[in-house]
């Protein structure tokens, strides 16, 4: 055996080589190396085969069973159906079993449906025909037969069926286009690049021919992260090796463009590709009203144990006597009398729970998520939630946090493409301390407007490439002037700046064979080498490229924001380029820095060593390259800046404003300067004329200590709003004083830090109530983590608020994930957002209706079902309670078993899931046009403990008259001439089945009465449903008493019901029971109503009276309040301002004069129809009616 083999495997396995364990080796097209290079060591990898199915037909039945009972009632309820087959219980197994088994079946049909889907969908894409090279020639099968190794040839639209190195491509200098539309959304055109060693390969013969290994990291999910190596072998002599990237990546599922063909190495398959890697499962989300639910049924499980703990006691106390406990008729055998005491009593025991087993309700899981995931199709139907020029509607992710959006606290939103639009616009540049504007007299001289305008697409490094490169080869310059296409990029910033810089003069034509060409003012074209890219990321904030001119010169030229370009700054006109960069920023322009130096020979050969270094790498390289461009990255020459515009969202302003009024807070997280950002703020009124900004940056930490600053800030705020902290939901009010509080990522990073004298508090507490205390935040320089950090800080603070999260970029998805409910906005960064949220809208502006309305309306539907569901459950079984206190504790039922089974399946089911899905208890417009209404569900307050102990009282009381109303019916008997008792008052024949009989037809005309008197909105839906119900209770009654089918006469229930209603007294009783049990409630709310009346009654009262005294000539503008045609402002998007608005917002920025402020972005007073004004330091006016 070759001993350099053997030293391979023992320092890879034994000595615990750290790329061996990090990394895979893959022999391209399964050649391996030449002899004397490496070992080869083969290594098993999966097939192709994609698995998104999570059962098989084999373990479906004991799998889905395993997950179901699970859950806590499940089990609990298969518990008590195998005490009921194991001892002698007083009901049948029946009635646990027969509900049980429908929900575990209804559940295991719905699951198993969806997977048989998704097995359908994974064999139509394993079985799709994939063209791989063997042998030199085209071979095609089966994509699940694919194996790491095999070089694949994917042609023009066809979708990658693995993740592929791209070796070469039909395109002459290496590249292809790829949308990555099914991953992350994104639909423009991205260029990946070949390998270089391997580019000039088109045929299958000398792609056969190549031989070369990839060493490259183990598979992980980012699908913007790659970390790799190629060693090319050229016969006898040393590997080339050359770093792999992102750029060289392509990843299945994403589609090929543009290109004819191309070839690749695959080397992850089938579950191992990050496509696949990404299917995994978001946390589990739970609702506040899940919460209250479970604690609920805790009680309730506490209740049922202790009911059969006095029974259990009571009984034995009442057996104590001989003659209660072997009466004449019913003797002890001899083994009946020896049996353990404890045995017995834990036997009574258990049977009292079965019997009382039903106060449970083990439906009430079934239609709950009945009721969500039905419930959910009416927000993807609102029509005025879809936009008609992206064409989206929203987007249900997950229903399980439907009424989550009726409970929400704070918003935390991004600002770029979430409150703004996302669609930049060149405002102008400044070079050199001269501005230049396109359109305008610049310097003397007039810039024209070139017209042409050429597709370019981004390449990582964020340069342009022609899209059709051989047509531009073949005009004339003056042609090249006057062409009309459109330029494509992943970032609006970088087609902003390309098309502004058109506009003066300049057209960016393409990048070719690493030449990036300009059409300059004279119609020459200049050509500059491109050397190295030195990529952007959100740490450094900036990017570079060394280029080199047709001179023969070298340069780096970088871009970035402010803050990471003047610190590496050492000459040019810093001091006009920064006045000029905190004017545009103070506007609320976007504003990038750009920065040069010149390099020698000498300089650029040492750094492209060094960046060739990092960049093969496989450990760390992201770090060192970052190391690299520290040291590179210094010493430049101030350029100028650019200045781009992003208008503001339409509606934005307005959605903020009915956000706040609800009692919400909003905060904004983005990574833009301060200026830009408190420009946007001002903008769409998130701060206001009246707000006192408060700042908590790095600027005044150094000026003072982070402990004073805090304090001072403390001071300030507790000292006009007295010691008690504001609450959440006092919102905007008059009689404060409005603050609104700025921090940046570097002061946060210092609060999120432990005090260095190791005591356990920090600075947290302190600035949590800065914040408590402040009308509005602005936090700005965020990093993304930062972002999700403040969101969990809230979310964790002592109050522990619901939190929502909306943003529409990659960098906006750790606080989606963190927060409560995520909505991700379908912008144009991508999908990322959208995918990873729980819900997904097309603007901001349908935030406004998706929280004031719709989960406005999910929170009250699901609460007054979780509420009703116990309610009647009480109702049910209380009496069943209150019946062994006269049945000597024998565990007699009182209902037959078939009403006991479907009770909570049939008889009050229907009725209460309609309700849940269409209640309105106002109407839709009501809710957006008040939005203090959102107020009154605010913190769970349906579902309170107040509120709970109602429901269940009031079940307590009507079960009390519906037994004893019924047993003073039945309280004098007589004995008939045919041996038969009857009641002397209602001449009714008297018996246990007929009395349990009267009392569950009063139970359930009283219990789907009471849902009926709830009901605000009818339709025809509701009146079926409800009186179908009691008319299918009748029936089925008459049908089980052997009246309508003979055929049923053999049981216990014959002619019971028929006997029980051809009582002329009975009809009576039943009816006065009914309107005694319903009449406390009804008097209860008419009381409340009239003295303590909720905003919500007092706008249904308002809603009544106006369709009362409303004529069909009635001017639709006098039924509008004058206290709220402040929501008709005009919200117009904003447009850049003249330059008085400028100067005007400068010093309102400073707070010496608001006057002029709100015209600055297009919202002028002028436009406000209010009365009122827009004085607004609260939650907003109290509706008054």
Same mark, same amino acid.
Not at 117 to 140: E, S, T, W, Y
Not at 271 to 285: D, H
Not at 765 to 773: Q, T
Not at 1012 to 1031: C, E, K, Q
């Given at each position: ?19 061996w ?5 893959i ?70 079993g ?16 969806e997977?048989?889907?998704?097995h ?75 390998v ?10 000398e ?28 016969d ?28 690749g ?72 009398r ?59 992710n ?45 310097? /003397?001289? !007039?810039?024209?407007? #070139?017209? =042409?305008? *050429? ?8 340069? %342009? +490439? ?5 047509s ?15 330029y ?11 098309e ?37 990321d ?13 001179? /023969?010169? !070298?340069?780096?030229? #970088?871009? =970035?924001? *402010?803050?990471?370009i ?5 000459? %040019? +006109? ?31 050969s ?9 960049k ?32 503001l ?96 990522g570097?002061a ?141 504790f ?10 006991l089974?479907?009770?909570?399946i ?9 309700y ?49 109303g ?53 339709t ?27 055929f ?42 009239q003295?303590?009346?909720?905003a ?20 639709l ?41 709100p ?24 509706t008054s009616?």
């Amino acid at each position: 055996m070759d001993c350099s083999l053997l030293r391979t495997l023992v320092s890879r396995y034994c000595a615990g080589e750290e790329n061996w364990v990090d990394s895979r080796t893959i022999y391209v097209g399964h050649r391996e190396p030449p002899p004397g290079t490496e070992a080869y060591i083969p290594q098993r990898f999966p097939d192709n085969r994609i698995v998104s199915s999570k059962y098989t037909f084999w373990n479906f039945v004991p799998k889905n069973l395993f997950e179901q009972f699970r859950r806590i009632a499940n089990f609990y309820f298969l518990i008590i159906f195998l005490v009921q087959l194991i001892i002698d219980t007083p009901t049948s197994p029946v009635t646990s079993g027969l509900p049980l088994l429908f929900v575990i079946t209804v559940t295991a049909i719905k699951q198993g449906y969806e997977d048989w889907l998704r097995h359908k969908a994974d064999n139509a894409m394993n079985q799709c025909p994939v063209h791989f090279i063997q042998h030199g020639k085209l071979v095609r099968k089966q994509s699940r037969k694919l194996r790491v190794g095999d070089i694949v040839m994917v042609k023009e639209d066809e979708t990658f069926p693995c993740d592929l190195i791209f070796l070469s491509s039909s395109r002459g200098d290496g590249t292809c286009f790829v949308t990555t539309a099914s991953l992350d959304g994104e639909s423009s055109h991205k260029t990946y690049y070949a390998v270089q060693d391997t580019k000039a390969f088109h045929n299958e013969q000398e792609i056969d021919a190549l031989h070369a290994t990839i060493e490259c990291e183990q598979p992980q999910p980012d699908l913007y992260k790659f970390v790799g190596r190629i060693n090319v072998y050229h016969d006898r002599n040393e590997p080339t090796a050359r770093p792999l990237g992102s750029e060289n990546l392509l990843l299945r599922g994403a589609t090929l463009k543009n290109t004819e063909k191309i070839f690749g190495v695959a080397i992850y398959t089938g579950m191992e590709t990050k496509m696949a890697l990404n299917y995994q499962a978001k946390s589990q989300k739970r609702s506040a009203v899940e919460k209250s639910m479970n604690v609920f049924l805790i009680v309730y499980l506490c209740i049922l144990i202790s009911k059969a703990l006095i029974n259990t006691v009571l009984k034995y106390v009442w057996q104590s006597e001989p003659f209660r406990d072997e009466p004449w008729y019913n003797q002890k055998t001899e083994p009946e009398r020896k049996r353990n005491l404890f045995l017995r009593a834990f036997t009574d025991f258990l049977a009292f729970m079965v019997l009382f087993n039903y106060i449970i309700p083990v439906s009430m899981y079934v239609t709950v998520e009945m009721q969500k995931f039905l419930g959910s199709y009416f927000l993807t139907w609102d029509e005025e939630m879809f936009d008609e020029d992206t064409g989206e509607g929203p987007l249900v992710n997950t229903s399980d946090l439907n009424e989550e959006l009726g409970q929400i606290e704070y918003v935390f939103t991004d600002k770029t493409g979430t409150l703004t639009e996302n669609n930049m616009e060149f405002v102008e540049c400044c070079i050199e301390g001269h501005v230049y504007v396109p359109h305008v007299i610049c310097n /003397g001289q !007039i810039l024209h407007d #070139c017209t =042409g305008i *050429d597709m370019i697409d981004s390449s990582p490094g964020g340069s %342009g +490439k022609v899209k059709d490169d051989d047509s531009v080869d073949g005009l004339k310059k003056n042609q090249l002037s006057r062409r009309s296409c459109i330029y494509i990029s992943s970032s609006p910033d970088e087609v902003a700046l390309v098309e502004g810089i058109q506009r003066l003069g300049y057209t960016y034509l393409r990048l070719k064979d690493n030449f990036m060409e300009i059409l300059n003012r004279e119609n020459n074209i200049e050509k500059f080498e491109l050397l190295e890219v030195l990529s952007f990321d959100s740490v450094r904030r900036r990017m570079s490229v060394i280029v080199k001119s047709s001179t /023969g010169d !070298i340069f780096l030229f #970088c871009k =970035g924001a *402010d803050s990471s370009i003047f610190p590496r700054v050492k000459e %040019g +006109k810093i001091d006009q380029i920064r006045s000029r960069v905190e004017r545009n920023a103070v506007e609320g322009l976007r504003t990038l820095c750009v920065a040069y130096k010149k390099l020698t020979a000498e300089e650029y050969s040492n750094a492209q060593k060094l960046l060739q270094n990092a960049k093969l790498a496989l450990q760390d390289r992201e770090k060192k390259l970052a190391e690299v461009y520290e040291k590179i990255e210094r010493d430049f020459i101030l350029l100028g800046a650019t200045a781009v515009e992003d208008r503001l969202q339409e509606k934005a302003a307005d959605t903020i404003e009915a956000l706040q009024k609800a009692g919400i807070k909003v905060w904004v997280l983005t990574g833009d300067k301060m200026e830009t950002a408190a420009a946007t703020c001002y903008a769409c009124k998130l701060f206001r004329r009246n707000t006192q900004i408060l700042e908590l940056t790095t600027k005044k930490i150094e000026e003072q200590s982070l402990h004073d600053v805090l304090f001072d800030l403390s001071k300030t705020v507790l000292r006009h709003n007295g010691s008690l902290t504001r609450d959440t939901f006092s919102g905007l009010s008059t009689d404060m004083q409005d603050y609104g509080l700025i921090i940046d990522g570097a002061a946060l990073s210092l609060i999120m830090k432990p005090r260095q004298d190791g005591s356990s508090g920090n600075y947290r507490e302190l600035f949590l109530e800065i914040c408590r205390n402040c009308s509005a935040v602005l936090c700005c320089r965020m990093a993304p983590l930062q972002k999700a950090q403040i969101v969990k800080l809230i979310k964790l603070s002592k109050e522990h608020p619901i939190t929502l999260a909306i943003g529409d970029g990659a960098n906006d998805v750790s606080m989606i994930l963190e927060a409560h409910v995520g909505i991700g906005i379908i912008g144009k960064e991508g999908r990322q957002a959208a995918r990873n949220s729980d819900y997904a809208i097309p603007k901001f502006k349908h935030l406004k209706k998706m929280l004031l309305v719709h989960g406005h309306f999910y929170y009250v539907r699901i609460s007054e079902l979780v509420q009703y569901f116990f309610y009647k459950n009480v109702c049910f079984i209380f009496p069943q309670f209150l019946y062994q206190f006269f049945c000597g504790f024998s565990q007699q039922t009182l209902y037959d078993t078939a009403y006991l089974t479907l009770y909570n399946i049939s008889f009050t089911s229907l009725p209460i899931l309609l309700y849940g899905l269409m209640e309105q208890h106002v109407s839709a417009d009501t809710l957006k046009r008040e939005p203090s209404l959102y107020r009154d569900v605010a913190k769970n307050a349906l579902l309170r403990w107040r509120a709970f102990i109602y429901w269940t009282f009031l079940g307590v009381f009507d079960a009390v008259v519906f037994f004893f109303g019924a047993y003073f019916l039945f309280d004098n008997t007589i004995v008939t001439s045919n041996g038969q008792l009857m009641t002397t008052s209602t001449h009714m024949m008297f018996g246990n089945w007929t009395f349990g009989t009267l009392v569950f037809t009063v139970l359930v005309f009283t219990v789907t009465l009471k849902l009926a008197l709830d009901t605000h909105y009818w339709t025809w839906i509701n009146h079926f449903m409800i009186w179908g119900s009691l008319v299918f209770y009748v029936i089925f009654s008459l049908l089980w008493g052997g009246i309508i089918w003979p055929f049923l006469n053999y049981q216990r229930m014959y002619y019971v019901f028929m006997q029980m209603l051809s009582s002329g007294p009975a009809w009576l009783g039943i009816i006065l029971l009914i309107t005694v049990s319903l009449l406390p409630d009804v008097l209860k709310k008419v009381l409340c109503r009239q003295l303590w009346p909720t905003a919500t009654e007092r706008i249904q009262k308002a809603s009544r009276h106006c369709r009362e005294h409303i004529s069909e000539f009635t001017p639709l503008a006098c039924l509008k309040s004058p206290r709220y045609r402040s929501s008709d402002c005009s919200n117009s998007p904003a447009r850049r301002s003249n330059s008085h608005s400028k100067k005007m917002m400068f010093t309102h920025w400073r707070g010496v004069d608001y006057s002029v402020l709100p015209s600055v972005f297009g919202y002028s007073n002028k436009h406000c129809r209010s009365s009122a004004g827009y004085r607004y330091s609260g939650s907003g006016l109290e509706t008054s009616v």
